[in-house]
């Protein structure tokens, strides 16, 4: 059994999600690690779609009714197309949207499936690390086929995960986990993206700091206003002036500017 090594000093205040993100195997360089972040596609609102012919190819959300002043859990593509997205008011969503269908959410169901696909991700490892109902961390470094390729994993598992639920999935790879989250976004849906050690550095230099995982709207655009809109932007700090703008988790921030 590898031994997981915690060290969460100056994080005090930052989510768990991102907290374990900084999680590195003892005994063992952290960029030769195999790192799969799978991400269901819209997840609640194609299943409904899926179990629902009617609502297919229509802006969907699942979630409250804007008379009961609820909030959208999850937008379908077609919906996202009108700047709809998660916890959106209803009412606002229904401005936007004036033909979008609200759907009643079914969380038993969408457990199920997600048990479901749990026990994919079991056929290939048992280093799993679920973030919600939808989405998840595999470490595949080592796994019980014995592929040596992270990508045919990422594949094999998507491909699952489609014929046995209908449903698709979009899949980062990389070494890490902060990098395998960012990719498994960048070809979204039913995409598949790698981000391999050698292009970490470029890439992270390039990418813009509201992508970065753990920065917000309110730290972006904080970042922005000091100049810094990108990893490399980012990277031109030292860590004493960033926890001096942003406190304790300036530290953090400190952190990901070296990720490549």
């Known amino acids: 059994m590898l031994g997981l090594v915690l060290d969460f000093t100056g994080f005090r205040n930052v989510p768990i999600t991102i907290m374990l993100s900084l999680v590195t195997v003892e005994g063992r360089d952290p960029r030769l690690r195999k790192i799969i972040h799978i991400d269901m596609d819209a997840f609640y609102a194609s299943v409904e779609q899926r179990d629902h012919p009617a609502y297919r190819g229509k802006p969907i959300v699942v979630g409250g009714r804007p008379e009961q002043r609820g909030a959208v859990a999850a937008a379908s593509y077609e919906a996202r197309e009108y700047g709809i997205h998660s916890a959106l008011p209803a009412r606002i969503a229904q401005q ?16 199920q499936i997600s048990e479901h696909i ?59 986990k902060f990098l395998a989250k960012i990719a498994s976004g960048m070809d979204k849906p039913d995409g598949l993206y790698v981000i391999r050690p050698e292009q970490a550095a470029d890439f992270v230099a390039t990418l813009p700091i509201e992508k970065f995982h753990g920065i917000g709207k309110v730290t972006a655009t904080k970042m922005h206003g000091l100049g810094i809109h990108t990893g490399a932007e980012l990277r031109a700090w030292e860590e004493g002036d960033l926890v001096q703008r942003f406190g304790k988790v300036g530290r953090f921030y400190y952190s990901r500017r070296h990720l490549g």
Do not use: M, W
């Open 96 to 111: 936007r949207c004036p033909h979008l269908i609200f759907v009643a959410p079914r969380f038993t169901v969408y457990r």
């Open 118 to 176: 749990r026990e994919i991700f079991s056929r290939y490892t048992d280093c799993i690390e679920p973030l919600a109902l939808d989405e998840a961390y595999l470490d595949v470094t080592e796994n019980k086929p014995g592929e040596v390729s992270a990508i045919a994993i990422a594949r094999a598992i998507r491909q699952a995960i489609h014929q046995e639920t209908q449903l698709t999935a979009s899949a980062g790879v990389s070494f890490n």
